[in-house]
């Protein structure tokens, strides 16, 4: 019983339907009753036009053929948006910045408005998540190199985007020692009095890139985005904002054992509520970005305070469970959205990669090997069974993780693991687990 999908006009960028495609387009399997499912990612289709999806079906010997097809037309994305920013130059952390968008044009009223910052190196932090405000004060920005580009994302009610960037110069701030301790204290109280998450988050994220070394300021600051994390609704936008201020004061490598163990539980919190309500791609990347930079610091060191004991031992196996819960969960959420057998999904961070899958219990076309690998350069790679136990129609939840560092080092036996990889897991989309520690 072989099946195909075919599209009668052109992809984005002149590419075939099984280049863009993440699902496979060609089916063969016995003759049987079954789903051919076929998922095009965001960016596959040109907007405006006007799509035909054809799929065809027909017996191995051609006795018997048929054909059913859908037309779509894809709706175009805001656009023509603007970014306007006063001044439109200052100093990280002193200056307070006011954002503001316009001249928006779009078909699918009303839109709203998502405010980032974008540094040279690719890393972008939320600063506010999307809303019907089209301005955004009193901001306070991470130095630049020498600029940073806010980028405000438009979302319109059926999930199109458009996009706009406006460049500014950020200089370094000229405080440093106490003078930055106690500017970057007041900043945060006046947050927490306003209720303002958002601007505990802008906080964070500026004054850890100006702290250097100060694992006192590292530490204050962490504890101030975990109080955030403990206090904020379930979404996935506010997630995102307060995941990508937690890597921030995490990502300098001055984190101390007691702030890590702070940071740990709240990524992990982060995680466990994304895996009941959805993630965002960046959202997944700071949280692993954030294990990652974990994953060096005492919290998981074999030698704590000079000193090696069964008691920091428990405190690392402690750790090391919890930060295999977080990894668990942040794969959970990559697939919670996924139909069966669609490409994994895949995070890459210096320290941890991760890939995600969500695949039926049988191959869906007969003796086609089954593997799932690794992100980033990894050489590692799973082989899957062509069918796993279960029954027809239900879908396995895969879960692949490793570790440059092993988080087990300082655990009784730990340091005999000679494999990175530290979790592989089958689990059942109906909630039956098993796995096993390597």
């Excluded at 387009?25 to 789903?35: E, G, M, N, Y």
């Amino acid at each position: 019983f072989n099946s195909t999908w075919r599209v009668q006009s052109a992809l984005a960028g002149g590419r075939g339907l099984e280049e863009w495609a993440t699902t496979e387009t060609h089916l063969v399997t016995s003759a049987q009753t079954r789903r051919h499912d076929l998922v095009v990612p965001s960016g596959a289709l040109v907007s405006g036009a006007t799509y035909t999806f054809v799929l065809e079906a027909a017996l191995e010997e051609g006795s018997s053929r048929g054909s059913a097809s859908i037309t779509v037309v894809v709706a175009r994305p805001p656009s023509a948006g603007i970014v306007n920013s006063e001044p439109q130059a200052g100093f990280a952390l002193e200056t307070r910045f006011q954002f503001s968008t316009s001249y928006w044009v779009a078909e699918d009223l009303p839109l709203s408005y998502e405010f980032l910052s974008l540094q040279s190196n690719g890393q972008s932090s939320t600063l506010r998540g999307p809303t019907r405000q089209t301005s955004l004060a009193g901001v306070v920005l991470p130095a630049g190199t020498p600029n940073i580009s806010i980028v405000v994302v438009a979302h319109d009610t059926i999930g199109g985007e458009g996009k706009a960037a406006r460049s500014v110069r950020v200089s370094p701030t000229n405080l440093v020692g106490e003078a930055l301790f106690n500017s970057t204290a007041t900043l945060l109280v006046e947050a927490q009095a306003l209720e303002s998450n958002e601007g505990v988050c802008q906080t964070a994220v500026a004054a850890s890139q100006a702290s250097a070394n100060d694992t006192t300021l590292i530490t204050t600051l962490v504890s101030a985005v975990s109080t955030v994390v403990a206090n904020q609704d379930s979404d996935p936008n506010l997630v995102g904002q307060t995941a990508s201020a937690l890597l921030s004061t995490t990502a300098g490598g001055s984190v101390e054992k007691d702030a890590a163990a702070v940071a740990l539980d709240a990524t992990t919190s982060m995680a466990t509520t994304s895996a009941a309500i959805g993630i965002k791609d960046n959202t997944a990347s700071s949280l692993v970005g954030t294990l990652s930079s974990l994953l060096t610091t005492d919290l998981f060191s074999s030698v704590a305070n000079g000193t090696s004991t069964s008691h920091n031992a428990r405190i690392n196996e402690t750790a090391a469970n919890i930060l295999g819960t977080a990894v668990d969960n942040i794969a959970l959420s990559l697939v919670s959205d996924r139909i069966p057998n669609e490409a994994a999904s895949q995070v890459s961070s210096e320290n941890i990669k991760l890939s995600s899958q969500r695949i039926s219990t049988n191959a869906t076309t007969a003796g086609n090997s089954r593997s799932i690998g690794l992100p980033g350069g990894a050489v590692s790679t799973v082989e899957l069974p062509d069918s796993v136990a279960g029954t027809e129609g239900d879908a396995i939840d895969i879960t692949f993780a490793e570790a440059k560092i092993n988080p087990y080092d300082s655990v009784q036996g730990g340091d005999a693991v000679s494999s990175g990889v530290f979790r592989f897991e089958l689990a059942s989309t109906a909630g039956a687990t098993g796995s096993r520690r390597l």
